[in-house]
């Protein structure tokens, strides 16, 4: 069920990757724990390269929520410079 294929070259690090691999048809899971606990987490996506990171997640409930992506310098969320949000 994990995406191994996801590769990211160079110097940046995969702190967190929660991208999986379902088939549309594969009813061996329930779909809200899919929606709830695969598809809709805030932390999908956190790779760092020296002291800049991105961050990818969805924000907001299943149905109203969107994808983020945060481009920021510094150590964590708490003590960095935001450098792009989209």
Known sequence: MKNSLLN????????????YEIAPDDNSIDEDKKYNDLF????????TNDNYN?????YGDTKDGYF?????RGENWYQCELLEKI
Do not use: N, P, T
Request: charged share 25%; hydrophobic share 50%; glycine share 10%.
């Open 8 to 19: 990211i070259s160079g110097k940046w690090k995969v702190l967190r990757d929660e991208f």
């Open 40 to 47: 809709c987490q805030e932390d999908l996506l956190w790779i």
């Open 54 to 58: 991105l961050d990818l997640g969805w």
């Open 68 to 72: 983020g992506l945060y481009f920021f």
